[in-house]
């Protein structure tokens, strides 16, 4: 996962990771957002991840 949320992050580009039903009809600011946060999320490093509060 990790891979793919970094190369969408670089690029912009969030087709591997969109679900193909929606046919590109998504808001792509809220998906930069979410997976900025899933990346966020799965860092190798547990201080590095945020908390639950964040």
Do not use: F, I
């Not at 679900?19 to 792509?28: E, I, M, S, T, W």
């Amino acid at each position: 996962a990790r891979p793919l949320l970094t190369r969408a992050l670089e690029d912009g580009n969030y087709d591997a990771l969109v679900d193909p039903k929606l046919q590109n009809d998504y808001n792509h600011n809220e998906m930069a957002r979410m997976v900025a946060c899933a990346a966020a999320a799965v860092r190798h490093s547990a201080r590095r991840r945020p908390r639950m509060s964040q």
